[in-house]
């Protein structure tokens, strides 16, 4: 009996890290809702801006189809160090007018980051989401 619940364990956590999902641009990826959207985390520690681009379901997040939200701004709030950004639309041409697919923030302290892991959140329309990501 040990032996089995050891390999469900371990199976189990070797599927949960398998979930850990990246972006077109290889960097982490959080999840919104059931597969609703995914949104991949992109730190520019030089110039000091972090960008997120918003994808639909997982399919379209592996054919990197973004998908435009109606969301007024996001924010990304890393683990280590503790630092959270708030990111503004910065739609991109083919996003319908009051939609963006880009967001884009600047903040201090992410020359320090280690391995990408934190939350993002935000709301499209009145309905509020969050989802986690995490770095390999």
């Known amino acids: 009996m040990t032996r089995m619940l050891m390999a469900v364990l371990f199976f189990g956590l070797g599927a949960a890290a398998l979930a850990q999902e990246v972006g077109p641009n290889k960097m982490p990826v959080a999840e919104w809702g059931d597969e609703e959207y995914h949104l991949e985390v992109i730190p520019d520690a030089k110039a000091g801006t972090v960008t997120v681009f918003v994808y639909g379901n997982h399919d379209d997040l592996h054919k990197a189809k973004r998908?435009?939200?109606?969301a007024k701004n996001l924010t990304v709030a890393f683990k280590n160090p503790a630092v959270t950004v708030k990111l503004e639309p910065a739609a991109e041409k083919d996003d319908p007018k009051g939609?963006?697919?880009?967001?884009?923030g600047?903040?201090?302290?992410?020359?320090?980051?280690?391995?990408l892991e934190g939350t993002v959140s935000g709301k499209i329309g009145t309905k509020p989401y969050t989802g986690d990501f995490k770095q390999k």
Request: proline share 5%; aromatic share 4%; hydrophobic share 30%.
């Open 67 to 70: 998908k435009p939200i109606d």
């Open 106 to 115: 600047k903040g201090d302290g992410l020359d320090k980051l280690g391995k």
């Open 99 to 104: 939609k963006a697919s880009k967001f884009v």
